[in-house]
């Protein structure tokens, strides 16, 4: 059983950054791939980023690819998300999501565990 919980979400200006943190309880930290997901409202759950066990492999979203990065320090159970020259369109809630297996998913489906999101909204 693995509880997530998101922090470090804001209102920021267009261009602006945020970084997401999302912390992990449990000492089996380092066998998941974790994944960071938005949704914005009256939209789908998308994928944004995700890492492999090890924060050797990163894979992003076309739409966030060159902006955003995703990292972990298994050390602190933790996964962040720096997001840089933000837009109104990236205006969601974020979600952390850790998933068991040695392939990293980027479908929400392949996702075993989920933390209750933070909200990142960016004015023009």
């Known amino acids: 059983q693995v509880q997530l919980v998101e922090s470090g979400g804001g209102l920021v200006q267009a261009g602006g950054s945020l970084r997401l943190s999302c912390a992990a309880s449990?000492?089996?930290?380092?066998?998941?791939?974790m994944g960071w997901f938005r949704q914005a409202p009256e939209k789908e759950r998308e994928f944004v980023a995700a890492?492999?066990?090890?924060?050797?492999?990163?894979y992003y979203a076309d739409s966030v690819k060159g902006r955003f990065t995703i990292s972990r320090d298994n050390a602190k159970n933790t996964v962040y998300l720096q997001m840089n020259s933000l837009q109104p369109e990236d205006t969601a809630v974020y979600y952390c999501?850790?998933?068991?297996?040695?392939?990293?998913?980027?479908?929400?489906?392949?996702?075993?565990?989920w933390g209750q999101g933070t909200q990142v909204t960016v004015s023009s």
């Open positions: 999501a850790a998933g068991i297996g040695v392939v990293v998913r980027t479908t929400p489906g392949s996702y075993d565990y």
């Open positions: 449990g000492r089996t930290f380092s066998r998941y791939y």
């Open positions: 890492i492999n066990w090890s924060g050797g492999s990163t």
